[in-house]
């Protein structure tokens, strides 16, 4: 057996890829999630540029304006906001000898971010990108239970469908399991990822371990910029991170879910990749979105959606595993309630 006999086939995209846009899909700090990705290809002699669709006030910032929506965040960007991960994660890299600008885009509709991602493509030659969610709610059609924060995974999404002049578009999420917080049913994520399968966009799952060097950069530029932000700390990258570690139910390692009960497992070390125009493909709303040039748009096109749907799926959660030694025995919860059962004779 080759060595290569029984890698994801993400990883031969990977190879392929000479200048790949590593970009946040969904807002905030999805582009960390993507940090060990941006470490690998690097190490394997590839360009890099790393993006992010932002909930900063880049307006607010010292950023250089590249376009209506596109920013440029250098290390030396000087701003008075509490919340900007992009500045910190710059200077973070700049101290680990890979100084980088971090090209953020606004909260916006699909036309000026498409805009944005053209001139990006065109400045630097990309022939890849890869968009990073945060979560598994990119997946998610509009016929689900629950849509999660679909507004900047579907305008990402969007971008992606009509995007020329790239040879590969990919999509990767990390973090099963965070999004349902946000209402998603992991058992119709599951659902979703085997119909991709069916139609050949599946490009494979594998495991974030700590011995990782990788990992452990990553987790290195997380606590950088929590320190320099403690009232914004990321709570997908820090229960990735917990999980990658080995820690598992309701571990806490922010303040910020103190109020909620956590399920922190294995399953959320994984990446899973996709042919992002074939994930785009199945949404059902997203060609109402092609003109919209705000995110309020986005927000009322997805209620108006969700209104008129017929077809709005009812949740189901993952089967649950309840074998009893005693008919006290407690089940192992996933997504709901077992209902009790014999134990299997």
């Not at 590839?46 to 932002?54: G, M, P, R």
């Not at 498409?114 to 016929?143: C, K, P």
């Not at 239970?145 to 971008?159: F, H, K, N, Q, R």
């Not at 570690?245 to 294995?266: M, Q, V, W, Y």
């Amino acid at each position: 057996m080759t060595p290569s006999a029984l890698l994801p086939p993400i990883f031969s995209r990977f190879d392929q890829a000479r200048t790949v846009l590593l970009a946040g899909a969904g807002g905030g700090y999805d582009l960390f999630c993507g940090l060990p990705l941006y470490f690998a290809l690097t190490g394997l002699g590839k360009q890099v540029i790393l993006a992010n669709f932002s909930f900063t006030s880049l307006d607010l910032t010292q950023a250089r304006q590249l376009g209506d929506a596109l920013y440029e965040v250098r290390p030396d960007t000087r701003s008075d906001l509490r919340y900007f991960p992009e500045v910190h994660l710059a200077r973070w890299l700049a101290n680990q000898s890979h100084p980088q600008s971090i090209y953020a885009f606004p909260r916006t509709g699909v036309r000026p971010l498409r805009s944005a991602y053209e001139q990006l493509v065109e400045l630097f030659e990309v022939d890849t990108v890869l968009l990073v969610d945060g979560g598994t709610d990119s997946l998610m059609r509009g016929d689900e239970a629950g849509l999660g924060t679909p507004e900047e995974d579907a305008v990402s999404l969007a971008v992606m469908q009509e995007l020329d002049g790239v040879e590969q578009k990919l999509l990767v999420c990390l973090g099963f399991g965070v999004d349902t917080f946000h209402g998603v049913a992991h058992a119709q994520y599951l659902e979703a990822v085997a119909d991709l399968t069916r139609q050949g966009a599946y490009l494979g799952a594998w495991s974030l371990t700590p011995d990782m060097p990788e990992v452990q950069r990553y987790r290195e530029a997380l606590t950088f910029v929590h320190e320099r932000m403690p009232d914004f700390p990321s709570i997908v990258s820090s229960s990735v991170l917990d999980a990658v570690e080995g820690h598992f139910g309701d571990h806490h390692t922010t303040t910020a879910t103190r109020t909620s009960k956590l399920f922190i497992n294995p399953l959320m070390g994984l990446y899973w990749a996709f042919k992002a125009e074939r994930v785009a493909a199945r949404n059902l709303y997203l060609d109402q979105l092609r003109d919209t040039t705000t995110i309020g748009e986005v927000t009322r096109i997805i209620e108006a959606f969700r209104a008129s749907c017929s077809t709005i799926r009812p949740w189901t959660s993952i089967p649950c595993e309840a074998r009893y030694l005693t008919p006290s025995s407690p089940p192992f919860l996933m997504e709901g309630p077992c209902p009790r059962r014999p134990p299997i004779q």
